[in-house]
């Protein structure tokens, strides 16, 4: 069976922001099809593109009111099909965005489920009847602020939410969900894609009683307010491995399929997603770490060795820069440094996920307060959780609304879109652009970057090195995060090699400028 999915680059599309081909202002199926011969020039093996399913888009898609349809914001799925076709035809892999923790509260299921406490469809959801003086059942905190629980009036129950009230969970302990939701799985399957990103995997299944979560004693104002306890009931159950290995077996049943599992866990319980030989789980659950990390070289060199020495046999490692929920790593670390963050994510071992354009050093962009559409944000404002600042157009050129619409597009653009754009960069040698593809076309060339042995090599201070290995195949990368020149003994077995990349155009790898990184071979 092929796994394609170890040696490949993903790149995540937020559709909404990548390519309007209609003119309304929201990106679509036709314009990311239109932005594929950009997606090949660049290297991509895959792409996995952000929930396009009929929703309210109270979460901007992450509602779903039907699995096996498309949005018409985003076109048919004959766009779909379309899109699918001309993908293949690059040798492009297409994944979507599965989202079956939850579905939107405008789902027939749901509809159904909250007609009457004796509709066949009552127990797809979770209702409980409310505690004592009226209270909702336990004290758990949905992850957009507030009360997990909403009561339902006309039924006399509340229904639980771990997200929006729109975004009612599903009952996976219900057979009958977990059955409904596999046919989801076989029909996007045998329409031809490649694989999914799986949404909030680790929600899936809360404890059978629903007890209260304990408090977190060290919560403080103007933390998030669902840090208030610690989600020890309310995600991460034993159970969720069941469906994991359900979800797998399907894309086995498929061939070359790849699940990828969104984990916000401590690396020792996001191992356990890969599950065992007897009961594989996701072949890839989301490494988070360098999203959040402190970004220093000795504290990363100790989170990519601990990652590394925890991987179970057979598990394939993965990285990620940046996604759909979180800072830009342009913004996190700052231009030059983004172009070395780069340079680590696709030299790492394991399978990396590059964020739309991140490839053009993208950062965060500043919304007015009128314009905010982020339901987080509207919720539980002011503490930095709002996401809309990451998910704004893509800058294609400098024609206007640089190229991604011909009407003002749904979110503002970056300021300097009009020189950080796709076009503008692609003609520089010096770009973000083109160092993102010269990394990516390595990667294709050498089978030690794309399916070697990583083994750290010594570094001090600012420094991180690694060598690559593949037979002969051997590669070495050293990266300097800071901002002061350090210098570095290169191993003996490295010495005679050539530059074959660098973050700023340097050329001796002895001693490293501020935000310089090499690859040898």
Do not use: C
Not at 247 to 271: H, K, N, W
């Amino acid at each position: 069976m092929s796994e394609w999915w170890k040696s490949a680059v993903i790149y995540q599309v937020y559709p909404r922001s990548f390519q309007d081909s209609n003119g309304d202002g929201i990106g679509d199926l036709k314009g990311i099809e239109r932005r594929l011969d950009d997606l090949q020039a660049l290297g991509i093996d895959a792409i996995w593109i952000s929930p396009i399913f009929p929703s309210p888009m109270a979460d901007f898609g992450y509602d779903v009111a039907d699995y096996r349809d498309v949005d018409p914001r985003f076109g048919t799925l004959d766009d779909f099909d379309a899109l699918l076709a001309a993908a293949h035809e690059r040798g492009i892999r297409v994944l979507l965005d599965l989202v079956p923790n939850h579905s939107s509260s405008a789902h027939p299921w749901f509809e159904e489920s909250r007609a009457s406490r004796d509709n066949p469809k009552r127990d797809w959801y979770i209702w409980r009847d409310p505690g004592p003086g009226g209270a909702p059942p336990n004290n758990w905190i949905s992850d957009f602020g507030g009360p997990a629980w909403e009561w339902d009036a006309a039924t006399g129950q509340y229904y639980y939410h771990a997200f929006l009230k729109e975004q009612p969970d599903l009952n996976w302990r219900n057979p009958a969900v977990r059955a409904a939701m596999m046919e989801v799985l076989r029909f996007w399957f045998a329409r031809g894609i490649d694989g999914f990103r799986i949404d909030v995997l680790w929600h899936m299944v809360k404890h059978a009683d629903l007890p209260d979560n304990p408090v977190n004693a060290a919560w403080r104002p103007g933390e998030p307010d669902y840090t208030r306890v610690h989600q020890l009931h309310s995600a991460d159950q034993p159970e969720v491995h069941d469906i994991a290995a359900e979800m797998r077996a399907i894309a086995d049943e498929y061939g070359a399929r790849v699940l990828i599992g969104e984990i916000y866990l401590p690396v020792p319980r996001l191992m356990g997603y890969y599950g065992t030989a007897e009961r594989p789980g996701v072949h890839l659950p989301f490494n988070f770490q360098l999203i959040g990390a402190e970004w220093n070289a000795r504290g990363l060199a100790a989170i990519i060795d601990a990652y590394e020495g925890a991987l179970p046999a057979g598990g394939w490692p993965n990285w990620v820069l940046g996604n759909h929920d979180r800072p830009r790593i342009a913004t996190r670390v700052g231009p030059a440094q983004a172009r070395v963050a780069m340079m680590l994510l696709l030299t790492l071992r394991g399978t990396p996920t590059l964020y739309y354009g991140d490839e053009i050093g993208m950062e965060d962009v500043a919304i007015p307060p009128d314009l905010i559409r982020d339901p987080r944000e509207l919720n539980d404002p002011g503490i930095g959780l709002g996401r809309d600042p990451v998910r704004t157009p893509m800058a294609w050129d400098d024609s206007p609304n640089a190229g991604f619409s011909a009407a003002a597009p749904w979110l503002p653009l970056h300021p300097d879109w009009r020189v950080r754009n796709v076009a503008a960069q692609r003609s520089d040698p010096a770009s973000m652009w083109r160092l993102t593809r010269k990394l990516l076309a390595l990667r294709h060339a050498h089978p030690a970057l794309a399916l070697g042995d990583y083994r750290p090599v010594e570094a001090k201070g600012d420094l991180l090195a690694w060598e690559r290995r593949l037979g002969h195949d051997r590669l070495l990368v050293v990266l300097n995060l800071g901002d002061r020149p350090q210098g570095f003994a290169i191993p003996e077995w490295a010495e005679g090699f050539a530059v074959l990349a660098a973050a700023r155009g340097g050329t001796d790898p002895a001693l490293l400028s501020p935000n310089e990184g090499y690859v040898l071979g």
